[in-house]
């Protein structure tokens, strides 16, 4: 629902009508989610928009503003892209089981499930493993098919029953079985160093395009969007896990293989609902992620953002942990059946 030349603004009285039905639901889905969590001994928590560092990886973009004392003085300051770094704060002040609806701001997006503004429902776990995350969601996608009464989720002609037991795919064997490529062939002993020839070599075979400054991760991630991602959650959700660790900033690696990292994502009809991890605790092991992730965003944006002192130093007291972050609006947009984003937004940006 993007407004054209002509028609007329979102907040008219006939195209919000065609909008309610949308909000109405979101409003119930938001119920029984908050409902959910607090019957399994969460603590709700409203992490602060404004921050120090809005995050630090390459492809995230920030919006920045600037922060002006009593005596005028000025700092600059973002608006996050996730909750992520207070919240594990919060674990290191002692909190176990926390969620918030967080609203949360990324630049350079819009379309039909993407917008500036958005909410993102985080989730932590002390000392709990990453996969009782995938429970979790599992049971949330679920419960906002049953609080609508929806035995489908419905995306652009592709459906998924939310009900059916969740394939379970590694990124490796998702990536032979449908571009053809051994990834793991292209993870090195240094899990910040792939072999970028080694897959570039193999993508050419397979017909993929390469061009001669795409790094590894630019060819990961073609192969990803283009072969990988169309496939994920088709009739049935689709749980996909295990990245490579230099593609996962934020999480610690698989015990039997460290080249791998506990992260999952969770698919309905192509669609990515919700990125899990098992949190990285080691400070010094996340500046040097953080440090590699803003030499790639200088050198392709132009621009690099400050990382949070304060956040790497709570990271040495925080418990072993869980984390997921679930986008809010994808879930609703899924559940109800809704055009796009804009239908599930009270306000669209």
Same mark, same amino acid.
């Given at each position: 629902?993007?407004?054209?030349?002509?028609?007329?603004?979102?907040?008219?009285? +006939?195209?919000? *009508?065609?909008?309610?039905?949308?909000?109405?639901?979101?409003? @119930? #889905?938001?119920?029984?989610?908050?409902?959910?969590?607090?019957?399994?001994?969460?603590?709700?928590?409203?992490?602060?928009?404004?921050?120090?560092?809005?995050?630090?990886?390459?492809?995230?973009?920030?919006?920045?503003?600037?922060?002006?004392?009593? %005596?005028?003085?000025?700092?600059?300051?973002?608006?996050?892209?996730?909750?992520?770094?207070?919240?594990?704060? $919060?674990?290191?002040?002692? +909190?176990?089981? #926390?969620?918030?609806?967080?609203?949360?701001?990324?630049?350079?997006?819009?379309?039909?499930?993407?917008?500036?503004?958005?909410?993102?429902?985080?989730?932590?776990?002390?000392?709990?493993?990453?996969?009782?995350?995938?429970?979790?969601?599992?049971?949330?996608?679920?419960?906002?098919?049953?609080?609508?009464?929806?035995?489908?989720?419905?995306?652009?002609?592709?459906?998924? %029953?939310?009900?059916?037991?969740? @394939?379970?795919?590694?990124?490796?064997?998702?990536?032979?079985?449908?571009?053809? #490529?051994?990834?793991?062939?292209? *993870?090195?002993?240094?899990?910040?160093?792939?072999?970028?020839?080694?897959?570039?070599?193999?993508?050419?075979?397979?017909?993929?395009?390469?061009?001669?400054? %795409?790094?590894?991760?630019?060819?990961?991630?073609?192969?990803?969007?283009?072969?990988?991602?169309?496939?994920?959650?088709?009739?049935?959700?689709?749980?996909?896990? @295990?990245?490579?660790?230099?593609?996962?900033? $934020?999480?610690?690696?698989?015990?039997?293989?460290?080249?791998?990292?506990?992260?999952? +994502?969770?698919?309905?009809?192509?669609?990515?609902?919700?990125?899990?991890?098992?949190?990285?605790?080691?400070?010094?092991?996340?500046?040097?992620?953080?440090?590699?992730?803003? +030499?790639?965003?200088?050198?392709?944006?132009?621009?690099?953002?400050? $990382?949070?002192?304060?956040?790497?130093?709570?990271?040495?007291?925080?418990?072993?942990?869980?984390?997921?972050? *679930?986008?809010? @609006?994808?879930?609703?947009? $899924?559940?109800?059946?809704?055009?796009?984003?804009?239908?599930?937004?009270?306000?669209?940006?």
């Amino acid at each position: 629902m993007h407004e054209t030349a002509g028609e007329s603004p979102w907040w008219s009285v +006939e195209r919000h *009508l065609g909008r309610r039905p949308f909000l109405i639901a979101r409003g @119930e #889905i938001k119920r029984a989610v908050r409902a959910w969590f607090e019957n399994q001994g969460f603590t709700e928590v409203e992490c602060p928009a404004l921050q120090v560092s809005p995050g630090n990886e390459a492809h995230l973009h920030a919006f920045a503003t600037e922060k002006i004392g009593l %005596d005028g003085t000025r700092a600059p300051r973002y608006l996050h892209t996730s909750p992520e770094f207070t919240a594990k704060k $919060l674990l290191a002040a002692g +909190e176990t089981r #926390i969620f918030d609806f967080a609203r949360v701001f990324r630049n350079r997006e819009k379309g039909a499930l993407h917008s500036s503004e958005f909410t993102l429902l985080e989730w932590y776990r002390a000392n709990e493993p990453y996969e009782q995350l995938m429970d979790d969601a599992v049971a949330l996608m679920r419960l906002a098919a049953q609080t609508l009464g929806r035995d489908a989720f419905v995306w652009r002609g592709r459906t998924a %029953d939310p009900f059916a037991e969740p @394939e379970k795919l590694t990124v490796a064997e998702a990536f032979s079985r449908y571009a053809g #490529i051994d990834l793991l062939a292209t *993870l090195t002993d240094d899990p910040g160093a792939p072999d970028r020839d080694a897959l570039a070599t193999q993508a050419e075979a397979r017909g993929f395009r390469v061009v001669a400054d %795409d790094s590894w991760t630019d060819i990961y991630s073609r192969i990803l969007v283009e072969s990988i991602e169309p496939n994920l959650g088709m009739g049935r959700p689709t749980i996909f896990y @295990e990245y490579p660790v230099c593609e996962a900033a $934020l999480s610690r690696p698989v015990a039997r293989d460290p080249r791998l990292a506990e992260r999952f +994502e969770l698919y309905a009809c192509g669609v990515e609902l919700a990125n899990a991890f098992g949190e990285l605790t080691d400070p010094e092991e996340q500046r040097r992620r953080f440090q590699e992730e803003m +030499e790639i965003k200088e050198r392709i944006y132009g621009e690099r953002y400050p $990382l949070d002192e304060d956040f790497l130093a709570a990271l040495a007291h925080m418990p072993e942990a869980s984390g997921i972050a *679930l986008g809010f @609006e994808r879930l609703v947009v $899924l559940a109800s059946g809704a055009r796009s984003i804009d239908d599930v937004v009270w306000a669209p940006v």
